[in-house]
């Protein structure tokens, strides 16, 4: 896993080349100014507690210590501790499904136990080894759409490809390094999905992103996050998941 991630920090930018060349083309008239996927966005963090997130990321928080865990949903607090580590993406597709308002809400329980039932994650193999590949496409498309959602993913893409979607009405889930969260440099290379639904356009480029960090260490990379151009472009994996109303 690390090997492979290691070799598409390396090749995933040449890869993209094409698609940023189509997405600069496409985005050649765009006007200076402020973008959004003209809809209101609320913010759900992966962890029961936001303003305890950099504890559970960096000091073994544990969830039985969270008094908030039974909001989760989830039957005990070490299933709740075990999945919210490992709920990035569903927290992006419960902010796309409460944005659009398409369909009653849910817990972040209800969605994760739901998305196993449809195969978007396995704990273990065939032989009963312990496995932890993280959340499958196919399963989180075949989840957002049993809630009302088109859902659609690329690879091999830039950031203007983002800036295009959202002017377009999608919200979008770009893959980036987990420590987009963080206020430090970054490292690492993807693992994460944040919620994009806006940027800023001036001299023919994007000069900040607007988006909800599920794991954002502290306030400022949570709600809201204002990500700088040059910072998101250094975390991004190239690659997203975009949601919209499937009707």
């Known amino acids: 896993m690390r090997l492979r991630r290691l070799l598409h920090r390396w090749t995933d930018p040449i890869r993209s080349l094409p698609a940023h060349r189509r997405a600069r083309k496409a985005l ?16 759900v ?24 865990w039974p909001e989760y949903g989830a039957p005990d607090a070490d299933t709740y501790h075990f999945w919210a580590h490992r709920a990035c993406a569903i927290a992006c597709l419960k902010m796309a499904i409460a944005a659009f308002g398409i369909h009653p809400p849910l817990t972040m329980w209800e969605l994760i136990a739901e998305g196993i039932e449809v195969g978007g994650y396995r704990t273990h193999d065939a032989v009963g080894k312990f496995i ?5 496409y196919d399963g989180l498309v075949a989840l957002g ?4 959602l088109k859902v659609i993913g690329a ?6 490809d983002v800036c295009a979607m959202i002017r377009d009405g999608w919200l979008v889930a770009p893959a980036v390094t987990p420590m987009l969260g963080e206020p430090d440099r970054l490292r690492g290379y993807d693992g994460h999905f944040v919620l ?15 988006l909800h960090n599920p794991s954002g260490r502290i306030a400022s990379l949570q709600v809201g996050a204002v990500i ?12 997203y998941m975009a949601f919209r109303p499937a009707v």
């Not at 932890?132 to 499958?136: A, C, H, L």
């Not at 700088?228 to 690659?239: D, E, G, K, L």
Request: charged letters at 20%.
């Open 196 to 210: 994009a639904y806006g940027f800023h356009w001036q001299n023919s480029r994007p000069a900040s992103f607007t």
């Open 45 to 68: 963090p992966q962890f029961a507690s936001a303003d305890r997130i950099q504890a559970y990321i960096h000091d073994g928080f544990h969830g039985r210590d969270d008094p908030n």
């Open 155 to 160: 690879a091999y893409v830039s950031p203007l």
């Open 145 to 148: 759409t049993r809630h009302g």
């Open 28 to 43: 050649a008239a765009l006007p200076d100014g402020d973008y959004s996927a003209g809809v209101d966005v609320p913010y």
């Open 228 to 239: 700088q151009a040059a910072r998101f472009a250094a975390a991004f994996a190239h690659r």
């Open 132 to 136: 932890d590949e993280g959340w499958f």
